[in-house]
């Protein structure tokens, strides 16, 4: 078990800094001109220069990638100073000169626009992004486990090709296509009978009552997220149930005379979980992902539509920030997920 685990921990490292090369070589090639969106289009050539002097632009690329990198590693060697212990707040090790080795937790840097912490913007985000990813996935789980089944249990009638053609209809639309026609139909056009609003967050600010929480701006950018993990699951499981139906244990069941429910979600159902476990685990990092289109269609404030509005002001470490974290999302997913295997179906073992 243990060295499993390690196994799947230097594979995901190995992942992690495969992104972080992707990530950095494709902003520095973009075009933009961080410090001019930073400053104005009419800033001197004093100040621009002193703003790429704060943020390290005024360095060759392969230095600014080192000093990336040394900002992220949880081991790093950083100046022995008092500004730079609280700007990183690491833990010292040894020392190197004027420098020391510490250990910290990574630091992301600082955003462009705002002068604030990329952490501390992540971290007011996430939790957002996550409520909406996460009631999506119990929304497509549910819903699509539920249909699977019925579908399966009433082959080749209408009931399962109205389920058929539902899963391949939320397949085939794009969130984004998806998102405006949710919105629309149901936030404008249907609005006085639903209640529900074209876009706005799940929290907001009032002057009298403080932060307020608006859970009706939940259910259309829920729906819209769940819908194509919706259609999945309803056809993997109708897939894996049609197969697990036919075993030789099912016939046996039904020749001791257990009632139907009882061989459907009991003895059926269990030993069709696995690959709807690897899709709702694929999917729900992937709707962290996803979420970033939907937000910005709802206006919904979260992960995605603070990265959208960075990536539109050349805000690089928000963007790059927000990559690395859904990056580190996938490959904990991944990992939680094979060990999840092992106790769902004894067959699997860890290696």
Same mark, same amino acid.
């Given at each position: ?12 490292? $190995? ?10 070589? %494709? ?5 933009? #001109? ?7 289009? /009419?800033? !001197? ?11 390290? %632009? ?12 040394? !900002? ?10 008092? =500004? $730079? ?45 996550? *409520? ?5 996935? %119990? ?16 082959? #080749? ?13 939320g397949i085939s639309a794009p969130s984004f296509f998806a998102g405006i026609i949710i919105a629309w139909f149901f936030g404008f056009v249907l609005s006085d009978y639903t209640g529900l609003n074209m876009s706005g967050s799940l929290y907001s600010y009032d002057p009298f009552e403080g932060e307020v929480t608006t859970w009706k701006n939940l259910w259309l950018p829920m729906f819209t997220l769940g819908l194509r993990p919706l259609a999945v699951i309803v056809q993997l499981t109708r897939s894996a149930?049609?197969?697990? @139906?036919?075993?030789?244990? *099912? /016939? ?7 009632? /139907? ?7 059926? %159902?269990?030993? &069709? @979980?696995?690959?709807?476990?690897? $899709? ?28 959208? =509005? ?15 974290? *859904? $990056? ?6 991944? *990992? ?14 860890? &290696?």
């Amino acid at each position: 078990m243990l060295s499993y685990a390690i196994k799947k921990l230097l594979y995901g490292l $190995a992942v992690l800094a495969g992104v972080i090369v992707v990530v950095f070589v %494709l902003f520095n090639i973009l075009p933009g #001109d961080p410090a001019r969106m930073t400053m104005g289009q /009419r800033s !001197d050539v004093q100040s621009l220069d002193a703003v790429r002097k704060e943020f390290g %632009l005024d360095k060759s690329k392969p230095v600014q990638f080192f000093l990336y990198v040394n !900002d992220l590693s949880v081991i790093g060697l950083h100046e022995n100073t008092v =500004a $730079a212990q609280e700007k990183y707040g690491y833990v010292k090790v040894f020392s190197i000169g004027k420098d020391v080795v510490a250990v910290k937790w990574p630091y992301l840097r600082r955003s462009y626009q705002t002068k604030r912490n990329v952490t501390t913007i992540l971290a007011e985000t996430v939790p957002n992004t996550f *409520i909406l990813a996460l009631s999506a996935m %119990l929304f497509a789980t549910v819903i699509g486990v539920l249909l699977g089944v019925v579908s399966a249990v009433h082959r #080749d009638t209408w009931i399962d090709k109205a389920a058929n053609s539902f899963a391949i209809l939320g397949i085939s639309a794009p969130s984004f296509f998806a998102g405006i026609i949710i919105a629309w139909f149901f936030g404008f056009v249907l609005s006085d009978y639903t209640g529900l609003n074209m876009s706005g967050s799940l929290y907001s600010y009032d002057p009298f009552e403080g932060e307020v929480t608006t859970w009706k701006n939940l259910w259309l950018p829920m729906f819209t997220l769940g819908l194509r993990p919706l259609a999945v699951i309803v056809q993997l499981t109708r897939s894996a149930m049609l197969d697990v @139906l036919g075993q030789d244990y *099912i /016939r046996t069941a039904r020749a001791k005379g257990l009632d /139907r429910l009882t061989i459907i979600y009991k003895h059926a %159902l269990k030993n &069709a @979980l696995n690959p709807v476990i690897t $899709a709702i685990s694929g999917w729900f990092a992937s709707l962290l992902a996803g979420s970033f289109f939907v937000e910005y269609v709802f206006g919904y404030n979260g992960l995605g539509r603070t990265t959208v =509005a960075a990536l539109e002001m050349s805000d690089f470490p928000v963007v790059m920030g927000s990559i690395l974290f *859904i $990056a580190f999302i996938f490959v904990l997913v991944n *990992i939680l997920v094979d060990v999840l295997y092992a106790f769902v179906d004894p067959r699997v073992k860890l &290696a």
